[in-house]
C-alpha cells in the first residue's frame, strides 16, 4: 500500500477532524500530494492539496476552513478540517504523483483507500 488516509469519522456540523496520509513514496519531498473527496452520486473533486515545493492550494469550497499540511521526515501529509458542514459529508481520498501540484484527478496515478468523513446537521 504506497497511500493511506486515516482520520475519518462522524462530527457534527461546527466541528473538526484531522486527516492523515501516510504515504510509502520516494523521495516523498518530490511528491505532491492531493486531498480528493467524493459524495454519493457525484464525482470525485479537489479539497486541498500539498506541493513538493511547499505550496498549498484549496478548493473553493474550503477555503479558509481546511489547513493541509506535511511533515516529510514522517511522509504525511495533514488535513485538518474546521467549522465542518454537512455538505462536507464524502469518502475523503489522498493521491500522489511526482512533480507538480494538480486539482485535477487525472493527473494522478497513486491513490489511497479513503476515509469517510460524516457530518450531522
Known amino acids: 500500500v504506497q497511500l493511506q488516509a486515516s482520520g475519518g469519522g462522524l462530527v457534527q456540523a461546527g466541528g473538526s477532524l484531522s486527516l492523515s496520509c501516510a504515504a510509502s513514496?520516494?523521495?516523498?519531498?518530490?511528491?505532491?500530494i492531493g486531498w480528493f473527496r467524493q459524495a454519493p452520486g457525484k464525482e470525485r473533486e479537489f479539497v486541498a492539496g500539498s506541493s513538493w515545493n511547499s505550496g498549498t492550494t484549496y478548493g473553493d469550497s474550503v477555503k479558509g476552513r481546511f489547513t493541509i499540511s506535511r511533515d516529510n521526515a514522517k511522509n504525511t501529509v495533514y488535513l485538518q478540517m474546521n467549522s465542518l458542514k454537512s455538505e462536507d459529508t464524502a469518502v475523503y481520498y489522498c493521491a500522489a504523483r511526482q512533480g507538480t501540484l494538480q486539482t485535477s484527478t487525472r493527473y494522478y496515478n497513486k491513490w489511497g483507500q479513503g476515509t469517510q468523513v460524516t457530518v450531522s446537521s
Open positions: 513514496v520516494h523521495p516523498f519531498s518530490r511528491y505532491s
